[in-house]
């Protein structure tokens, strides 16, 4: 009886030893970044939280410069009144983030596998801000306001990029580049076009390069793609990677047959607004 008693005294640590490690993988696992780019993530039930909670290695906020602020939002507003700013609803929640994990927005060493840059050197978040409001004006006020904020933002001085620090800026929507580009001290990067891919600009500067998926693609998911137009595709993704650049397409149809497509074809940040079901997709999937 005593035997049989230590028997199952043991198997019942086993079991509970098989349980915890189980339950410890699920956790490492929604700890690791998916290249997923949470669309316009401001108009989620929890903006920022629910993107960082699902491990997503891109977010995208709207901003507007309206009396020297830069507030969030997609259109222009008649009244800023209940309007978060940027600083309220990403830059001050990160910085506690941030802080409380000793320098990360996710775990050290943590990466997305399916990272076709390859690059060691990656961030572990790159917010985008979309401006909304004119070009140069907007982007001198988005300096200012990163200013308290850097030692968690990635600056780039005289070309040497600070890679210790875990998250990258970078500015789409209205962007004033030759300014940017003439700055000896850059905080906040540049997104890409297609086009801008011939003016050899490093990835600490352009890091990610973005376009409307009509401008490559008819295709919707039904039928075959048509081969000139993947073939043209496939040829401006391997010069952004050869740049060593991640490539974002917008306004694709955001459903798992153009997810599955996207990535196969060397997408590596996936713009949803589905924040879950990519998540679930892409973790099932990999």
């Known amino acids: 009886m005593q035997r049989l008693f230590i028997q199952l005294s043991l198997l019942g640590v086993f079991l509970l030893a ?22 316009n993530d401001y108009e989620h039930e929890e903006p920022l939280k629910e993107a960082i909670s699902r491990g997503y290695m891109s977010i995208e906020i709207d901003v507007h410069l309206i009396r020297d602020t830069l507030w969030v939002t997609h259109d222009r507003p008649e009244s800023t009144q209940g309007l978060p700013t940027i600083q309220e609803l990403y830059l001050n929640p990160l910085l506690a983030h941030v802080r409380q994990h000793k320098g990360h927005v996710y775990p050290p060493g943590a990466h997305d596998p399916a990272d076709s840059t390859r690059s060691n050197a990656s961030p572990q978040l790159y917010l985008m801000v979309d ?27 005289d070309g040497a990029e600070e890679t210790h620090k875990p998250i990258k800026v970078f500015l789409s929507g209205n962007r004033p580049i030759e300014l940017m580009l003439s700055e ?4 906040i990067a540049i997104d890409g076009r297609p086009s801008d891919l011939s003016q050899q600009i490093p990835p600490s500067v352009m890091p990610v390069v973005s376009q409307h998926y009509n401008q490559f693609f008819n295709w919707s998911g ?29 306004a694709t149809p955001d459903n798992e047959r153009l997810w599955s497509f996207l990535l196969d074809e060397g997408v590596d940040l996936i713009n949803t607004d589905r924040l879950e079901a990519f998540e679930s997709y892409y973790r099932e999937r990999d």
């Open 184 to 187: 000896t001290v850059l905080p």
């Open 131 to 157: 401006a909304k409001t004119e070009a140069i004006a907007t982007y001198e006020a988005l300096k200012t306001a990163l200013i308290p904020y850097e030692e968690m933002i990635r600056i780039v001085r």
């Open 222 to 250: 039904r039928g075959e793609v048509d081969r000139v137009e993947l073939e043209r595709f496939r040829d401006h993704v391997a010069e952004a990677h050869r740049q060593g650049k991640k490539v974002r397409l917008w």
């Open 18 to 39: 098989l349980g915890c490690t189980a339950n410890q993988d699920h956790q490492d696992e929604r700890l690791r970044p998916i290249p997923g780019h949470a669309h």
